[in-house]
């Protein structure tokens, strides 16, 4: 039965919004008159009247209706009443009763309209990509076909829960590192611009020279004071040429295999790409999706191009007719763990949960070093903003023991 968005008043003249389900808008328009309401607007939810919460559309600015926690608390709230032998239309009922975003409301109502209709429940995610993506779908889509929904979501959101919290440690291992650098361009930049001119100004007017090291904190103050904007245009100019210049696809994998060749960004960029790649193969493989489905949805998930590329390129020889580990190991870009692990798990028969464990691994790789790069990178600023800080003192202090030596 669909669902319908209506808008209507009360005895009182007051205005009331919600959701009820009926055959068609007039069925929807008599309950309302049922329970003493008059209706003043009745529209289905659906992928036409509300584009930004089932297709990402511009009506409503393209939001995603889930965020990355609230898809993961929602999954695992429907594996729960999947799991416990909740039909899927009830389960839907309930988590639409207690949803408290409207948006998050009605696309649960959308989703539980076309499962009512008939459609799979894949199917009806396929209504709202914007909130799932195909690796969520084709997961979906192998736990109704081997009837285990309530496991394959239970997966799915230990999946989601693991990739969200390798991503919020790398993001805390990169805040305070920013947070220091920002601080101390600031601190920087208020010294030259301004402490510097104030006090070497006393000394500008005499006739004997400045030391070497004031001069040139005064061109660098002048440079920055005279010309800082442009220097910040020339900067945001470069930035977004190069942005513009990223959504060419082969420009874009080059500079991908080039950000790969970097010391210590590039070795975590290819582990973390790495591990969710193997978390994601292992995931749908486990699920029951076809390794060659498996692989294409896993390589989608890769944000490098350079290492999609190549993923791309061991999916055509696994349709060959190669083994994946074979595959994989002639890709360089991909650690040697990971075709390891494919290798011992097409060997034993028990392929994804190898790939499980090359993807803890190196996901457990990754913060590792993550947390190595920050915990070596704390002091390292602290001690180049203190030698700038030094050398700032050092220009406004020189002139003033030169004059202390003159007076001598």
């Given at each position: 039965?669909?669902?319908?968005?209506?808008?209507?008043?009360?005895?009182?003249?007051?205005?009331?919004?919600?959701?009820?389900?009926?055959?068609?808008?007039?069925?929807?328009?008599?309950?309302?008159?049922?329970?003493?309401?008059?209706?003043?607007?009745?529209?289905?939810?659906?992928?036409?009247?509300?584009?930004?919460?089932?297709?990402?559309?511009?009506?409503?600015?393209?939001?995603?209706?889930?965020?990355?926690?609230?898809?993961?608390?929602?999954?695992?709230?429907?594996?729960?009443?999947?799991?416990?032998?909740?039909?899927?239309?009830?389960?839907?009922?309930?988590?639409?009763?207690?949803?408290?975003?409207?948006?998050?409301?009605?696309?649960?109502?959308?989703?539980?309209?076309?499962?009512?209709?008939?459609?799979?429940?894949?199917?009806?995610?396929?209504?709202?990509?914007?909130?799932?993506?195909?690796?969520?779908?084709?997961?979906?889509?192998?736990?109704?076909?081997?009837?285990?929904?309530?496991?394959?979501?239970?997966?799915?959101?230990?999946?989601?829960?693991?990739?969200?919290?390798?991503?919020?440690?790398?993001?805390?291992?990169?805040?305070?590192?920013?947070?220091?650098?920002?601080?101390?361009?600031?601190?920087?930049?208020?010294?030259?611009?301004?402490?510097v001119p104030q006090v070497a100004s006393v000394f500008t007017n005499s006739k004997r020279a400045l030391p070497g090291l004031t001069v040139a904190m005064l061109a660098i103050s002048d440079f920055v004071r005279h010309y800082g904007w442009f220097a910040l245009l020339a900067i945001a100019g470069g930035f977004g040429t190069l942005?513009?210049?990223?959504?060419?696809?082969?420009?874009?994998?080059?500079?991908?295999?080039?950000?790969?060749?970097?010391?210590?960004?590039?070795?975590?960029?290819?582990?973390?790409?790495?591990?969710?790649?193997?978390?994601?193969?292992?995931?749908?493989?486990?699920?029951?999706?076809?390794?060659?489905?498996?692989?294409?949805?896993?390589?989608?998930?890769?944000?490098?191009?350079?290492?999609?590329?190549?993923?791309?390129?061991?999916?055509?020889?696994?349709?060959?007719?190669?083994?994946?580990?074979?595959?994989?190991?002639?890709?360089?870009?991909?650690?040697?763990?990971?075709?390891?692990?494919?290798?011992?798990?097409?060997?034993?028969?028990?392929?994804?949960?190898?790939?499980?464990?090359?993807?803890?691994?190196?996901?457990?790789?990754?913060?590792?070093?993550?947390?190595?790069?920050?915990?070596?990178?704390?002091?390292?600023?602290?001690?180049?903003?203190?030698?700038?800080?030094?050398?700032?003192?050092?220009?406004?202090?020189?002139?003033?023991?030169?004059?202390?030596?003159?007076?001598?």
């Open positions: 039965m669909p669902a319908y968005r209506f808008e209507a008043l009360d005895a009182a003249g007051k205005s009331s919004t919600g959701l009820l389900e009926a055959d068609n808008a007039r069925a929807a328009r008599a309950q309302l008159r049922a329970q003493a309401l008059v209706p003043l607007a009745v529209s289905p939810v659906g992928a036409a009247s509300a584009p930004s919460a089932l297709d990402g559309g511009p009506a409503r600015g393209g939001r995603r209706v889930f965020n990355t926690t609230a898809l993961t608390v929602w999954t695992r709230q429907l594996a729960g009443l999947v799991g416990s032998g909740l039909p899927l239309e009830r389960a839907l009922t309930a988590l639409s009763d207690e949803a408290d975003d409207t948006r998050q409301r009605e696309l649960i109502a959308h989703l539980k309209s076309e499962v009512n209709a008939g459609a799979s429940f894949a199917r009806a995610l396929a209504s709202a990509p914007r909130d799932f993506d195909d690796v969520y779908r084709a997961v979906v889509a192998a736990g109704e076909q081997s009837g285990a929904l309530g496991i394959v979501l239970e997966k799915m959101a230990d999946d989601l829960e693991e990739r969200q919290a390798l991503r919020a440690k790398l993001i805390g291992a990169a805040l305070y590192p920013a947070i220091v650098s920002l601080i101390a361009v600031v601190i920087v930049i208020f010294l030259v611009t301004y402490v942005m513009f210049a990223l959504r060419n696809e082969g420009f874009r994998q080059r500079f991908d295999a080039g950000w790969l060749t970097l010391p210590l960004i590039g070795r975590l960029a290819r582990g973390y790409n790495a591990a969710r790649f193997a978390s994601t193969l292992a995931m749908l493989a486990g699920a029951g999706v076809p390794i060659l489905k498996a692989l294409q949805a896993a390589a989608e998930t890769l944000s490098n191009r350079a290492m999609r590329a190549d993923a791309m390129d061991a999916l055509v020889r696994v349709r060959e007719g190669a083994p994946l580990a074979s595959a994989m190991a002639g890709k360089k870009r991909f650690p040697g763990l990971l075709a390891m692990f494919a290798r011992l798990g097409e060997q034993t028969g028990t392929l994804p949960a190898m790939l499980g464990r090359a993807a803890a691994q190196m996901g457990a790789e990754v913060q590792r070093r993550a947390m190595a790069l920050a915990t070596l990178l704390e002091p390292l600023l602290i001690v180049a903003m203190g030698i700038v800080v030094m050398l700032i003192v050092l220009a406004v202090l020189l002139p003033i023991i030169q004059l202390n030596t003159w007076v001598k």
